[in-house]
Every structure is written in C-alpha cells, then in structure tokens.
C-alpha cells in the first residue's frame, strides 16, 4: 500500500463475537495513524481504515461478546431505540436542528429508526423500511429495496452527524426453494471498540424484524441470510489505546493477552444468558425499567416496546 492510502481491509466470520474480535485485530494491526476531530491534546492518532465486515449467521450462537461499553440492560434498550423508535421523541424540534451548532437545544437531531421509519422530505413523510419490505415482497430479486439516513440539509451543519448512511437488502432463493434475507449496511464513520458490536446487535434484530414482515407478505418463511458491514472509517480513537494496550506496570493485560488467556466461551454469552439482562438487569436498565421510567415515550412505541418484552418472556425468543 502506497503511503497516504487508506487501507481496505476484509473481515469474514460465522458470529458477531468472531467478527468483532477479527476487527478489532485487523485494524489495530494494519490500520493507518490519523487524526480525528474528537481527539483530546494528549490523545494519540486512531488507528483507521475501511472496513467491509461479513457475519455469515448473525445470529448464531454465542451472539454476544462481553467487551462492551455498555451494560446488557442498556444494550435492551439501544436497541428498542433502533427498531421501534424508543426515543425518537428526545429529538429536538426542526427549527432547531436547522440552527446547527447555534442551537442551545442540546437535545438529539436524528434517530436512525426516525431517519429509516419516518425520513422526511419537504412535507412528506416516509417509512423507508415499509417501502423495503413492499419492493422485496412484490419482486424478491430486486436490487432497489434500500433506505437512507443522510439528510443533506440537516447533517452537515451538526457535530454530530450519522453514522449509519444506508441499509440495502436482497432475497435470495436457497436449495429448497426457500427465501432467505441478505442484508448490507454502509457506515460514513465508526467506533469500532465501543459502538460497532451494539450496532450490529441492534441492526441485525432490525434486519430479522424487516425479513418477518417480508414472510407475512409472501406467506412463507423468510431466513435471515448473512449480513455485511461496510465502514468508510472504522477506527479506534488514541484514547481507548491505554484499554488495548493494557498496563503491564500494574498487571493489566493488553485486549489480546485477554482473547488469548480465556476460552471464546469465557469471553462471549449465549442469548439464553443474556435474555434475562434485556428483560431487567436489576441495575434500572432493560425493557421493564425502560417502560416505567419514560413515562413521556409515546403510546404506539410504548405499545411496540411492550410487545417485544412479552416475546421476550417466551422460551424460544431469540435475543
């Protein structure tokens, strides 16, 4: 690679807990140094580079990994955030965001599930995901079934613009003549030791939500297939590099040292574990604290959030 080049590189596993691992890896090891605009005086470059990321079984077991930022019950609630619009409500009114960083509003700007459900244009509003679901239905092989984030009027002015950009999505038939749900998404920037693992939990419960709407549409199952990550940026900032690196002065062993001294089962869980924890992780997170705390959550997400949890108490319901 010649210098200056922003390397490309290639993750291929069976889980989510493989891939992240593989990334983390790969781009710690052959990613490029560069600076980031939420660097601190003292913080080192990030190590940086695209990313194209495949998970073959998303959700295969073990589904989760334990390095994480966030504790399990918050990880419940991201992702009622992603798929049902749990707090599509904290965002702050459209004359605000226009404001961009004028704005004393320091509430949020964008949801991806209000970006992807209810995408505005002029007075329009869109639900992508439906229109997704509808393409795919009425012609399974259409390569036109996709769904944006980006607002060009809106980001651009903000700090904080988003991450994820587009959602792309194919049936395919497989041997039995069956359908099975492929399903790609493509990223302007990304965390990837603190953000990218819950966004692929929460994307792909997403991707199974949209592939059960498609199924009642056609009248027969429809597979979850595999899921592809695409990442313009996925890096690790300078800052997490002391939690990489580990601290042998203290005895603190570096990420790797950890992959290496504990089996995969010690360093993932299973959804059956982790279901629990979803439910309510007794630390005031999950679904049922969620519900009670949020008492300005509208009535249609509270609805669909309650929903969920009532799958969730059955024995078969997949985290």
């Not at 989510?16 to 600076?35: C, F, N, T």
């Amino acid at each position: 690679m010649q210098a200056g080049q922003i390397p490309i590189l290639h993750v291929d596993a069976d889980t989510i807990p493989r891939a992240y691992e593989q990334a983390i890896r790969e781009v710690w090891e052959k990613g490029i140094s560069v600076r980031t605009e939420y660097d601190r005086a003292d913080d080192p470059p990030s190590k940086d580079a695209t990313v194209v990321i495949v998970v073959q079984e998303p959700f295969a077991q073990p589904r989760f990994h334990r390095s994480f930022a966030d504790g399990l019950g918050g990880l419940a609630e991201y992702v009622m955030e992603v798929v049902h619009g749990a707090h599509d409500y904290w965002v702050k009114p459209l004359e605000e965001i226009l404001k961009g960083t004028e704005s004393q509003d320091k509430r949020w700007t964008y949801t991806y599930h209000g970006r992807l459900f209810e995408y505005r244009v002029e007075n329009s509003v869109i639900d992508q995901i439906d229109a997704m679901i509808n393409k795919l239905a009425g012609t399974y092989y259409t390569r036109r079934a996709q769904a944006i984030t980006w607002n060009p009027k809106l980001d651009p002015p903000t700090e904080d613009p988003p991450c994820l950009q587009r959602i792309w999505g194919r049936l395919c038939e497989d041997e039995e003549g069956g359908y099975v749900f492929n399903m790609n998404t493509h990223w302007r920037s990304r965390d990837l030791f603190k953000a990218w693992f819950e966004n692929v939990i929460a994307i792909t419960t997403l991707m199974r939500t949209i592939a059960e709407e498609i199924g009642k549409k056609v009248n027969s199952p429809v597979r979850v297939g595999r899921y592809a990550d695409i990442s313009d940026s996925l890096h690790i900032y300078g800052s997490y590099f002391r939690e990489i690196e580990g601290d042998p002065e203290k005895g603190i062993k570096s990420f790797f040292e950890k992959l290496e001294s504990r089996s995969f089962e010690e360093r993932t869980w299973y959804s059956d574990f982790v279901k629990p924890y979803f439910i309510d992780d007794g630390l005031g997170k999950g679904l049922k604290p969620m519900l009670e705390r949020e008492t300005e959550m509208p009535a249609d997400v509270r609805q669909a959030i309650d929903k969920e949890l009532r799958m969730m108490e059955e024995d078969d319901y997949i985290v």
